[in-house]
């Protein structure tokens, strides 16, 4: 059993603050650590527009609930894209804020930097309201909070300046899009075009294989620690069989990794961070691309296999290899970013991304873009967004929910 916290943390306190009323907790998979939503103790969260599709994740059962109508707001982590890709999937409006600007008190450094908490949203109006609830400073920050306005609210009626924008239209593991979010993109891009802009195409300066080896060290390394962090939550002495495969794996990942290659990681996350604010600041404003590389999947088409099952049963009865799983770790590094490689770029470089969920694929499933700026840009990104909605809105456009 869990021991209950004996007081909220200082966001949930800013939410309380500012008249929240919280009624649940929605569905999740384990520690978070899955662009999908099918835990096995609590089973598949299903997509409001099409339930034998997944709402993506972590923050799957969020964005299903805002999507279904349950609720207008809910709460939302992102370590890795878990805002972003379940406001694609859903089509919902979902921003990511800037390293720094959200407390995350009492908690140390989730993800070593990775994390950070908004909500998903129907409305840019109830983001930015949001926003401006939330993000004050705070006593304590291990980041420099990014200078913000005084009403990010109060600054959506004024459009943003002409910008330039730069575009990608591949997925930053350098792998082509599905052609539905190739068209998301272009789509996105003639709009942006439309309203004044300045569209080039321009790819960010990333070392992709390296970035994705880097992310998932960092996960594996914290996700070790947060199993083993259960005994002191439960009394219990943490084993396979208390957790899903993957999050095991993940645990015997972060039990091999050194002090040298976790600093390594950090080195080439922060030699990213530096690289694409140096594009931010002299080659665009912001930058556009896929926020999801393929539609959202069928529920169960993503989940580990016979032979994936097989082989992480093994893994676990064999003597912890560092050589083994950092293979391993290779090969994960490929197959669980594949559908969503767009996202974890930002949260190793802690620049500010949101969802716009502008474009419906012929199979009627949402298909976000996602636009990122520079550090501390949250103000640019909501009018710009804002701009957006207003010339092609999105509010009102709901999935066709099954009837009792």
């Known amino acids: 059993v869990y021991k209950r916290q004996d007081e909220d943390s200082e966001l949930i306190e800013r939410y309380r603050a500012a008249g929240f009323r919280i009624i ?26 099409n339930l034998a599709h997944v709402p993506g994740g972590s923050s799957g059962g969020s964005a299903a609930s805002v999507a279904a109508g349950v609720t207008p707001v809910a709460t939302a982590g992102d370590g890795g894209g878990s805002i972003r890709i379940p406001a694609s999937a859903c089509g919902l409006f979902g921003l990511k804020p800037s390293r720094g600007l959200m407390p995350l008190a009492p908690e140390g450094d989730p993800w070593m930097g990775l994390v950070t908490r908004h909500v998903l949203t129907r409305s840019v109006r109830d983001s930015a309201a949001v926003l401006d609830a939330t993000s004050a400073p705070f006593v304590g920050s291990l980041y420099a909070q990014p200078r913000r306005p005084r009403s990010y609210l109060a600054r959506l009626g004024t459009p943003p300046r002409r910008l330039t924008v730069g575009v990608s239209r591949r997925s930053f593991l350098d792998a082509a899009l599905h052609a539905d979010c190739e068209a998301a993109v272009d789509d996105a891009a003639n709009l942006l075009e439309s309203l004044g802009h300045r569209v080039v195409e321009h790819e960010l300066p990333i070392d992709h294989d390296g970035l994705a080896r880097a992310y998932l060290t960092i996960v594996a390394a914290a996700v070790a620690a947060e199993v083993c962090g259960t005994e002191h939550k439960t009394g219990v002495t943490p084993r396979a069989s208390m957790f899903e495969l993957p999050t095991w794996f993940l645990k015997q990942v972060g039990d091999t990794i050194s002090a040298r290659e976790l600093y390594e990681a950090h080195q080439l996350a922060a030699v990213t961070a530096r690289a694409v604010a140096s594009v931010l600041d002299e080659h665009v404003d912001v930058h556009l691309s896929a926020t999801m590389a393929a539609p959202p999947a069928k529920v169960g088409e993503l989940g580990i296999g016979l032979t994936e099952k097989v082989t992480l049963n093994a893994l676990q009865r064999l003597p912890t290899s560092g050589f083994v799983m950092r293979q391993a770790l290779a090969q994960l590094a490929h197959d669980s970013l594949e559908r969503t490689p767009n996202t974890q770029v930002f949260n190793l470089t802690g620049h500010p991304a949101m969802n716009l969920p502008l474009w419906v694929s012929r199979d009627h499933l949402p298909i976000g873009v996602q636009v990122a700026g520079p550090f501390g840009s949250e103000e640019l990104l909501l009018r710009l967004a804002q701009q957006v909605h207003e010339a092609r809105p999105w509010v009102d456009r709901l999935p066709d929910l099954p009837t009792a």
């Open 24 to 49: 649940g907790k929605t569905n999740c998979p384990e520690f978070g650590i899955m662009g999908i939503t099918e835990p096995e103790q609590h089973g598949p969260t299903h997509n409001p527009w």
